[in-house]
Nanobody, 115 residues
Framework: QVQLVESGGGLVQAGGSLRLSCAVSGTIFSINAMAWYRQAPGKQRELVAKISRSGSTGYADSMKGRFTISRDNAKNTVYLEMNSLKAEDTAVYYC?????????WGQGTQVTVSS
């Protein structure tokens, strides 16, 4: 059974940093892109950042220059380094992994930024 195990969320002051991790437990055939999404209360889930298997990255405009996505293919793990955090970054952050036949989601990790 495949699980995406997320860690690294928590409470941080505005201007601070957090590093999220998401490790694949189990076997996913042919992992392609890996990504982070977030969902704030009362809002739709939105894409934060995405990274291809080869390492090409893309970011939502509001995260460019502050967030960095990376991955370790040998460990089937994706990371999200978040710097200069703002109160509006408060949300539940979800990792997403694209397998050959389906997408997988993590359970979410709460990030709360106090102003």
């Amino acid at each position: 059974q495949v699980q995406l195990v997320e860690s690294g969320g928590g409470l941080v002051q505005a201007g601070g940093s957090l590093r999220l991790s998401c490790a694949v437990s189990g076997t996913i055939f042919s992992i392609n892109a890996m990504a982070w999404y977030r969902q704030a209360p009362g809002k739709q889930r939105e894409l934060v950042a995405k990274i291809s298997r080869s390492g090409s990255t893309g970011y939502a405009d509001s995260m460019k220059g502050r967030f960095t996505i990376s991955r370790d293919n040998a460990k089937n793990t994706v990371y999200l380094e978040m710097n200069s955090l703002k109160a509006e970054d408060t949300a539940v952050y979800y990792c997403n992994v694209e397998g050959r036949w389906r997408n997988y989601w993590g359970q979410g990790t709460q990030v709360t930024v106090s102003s």
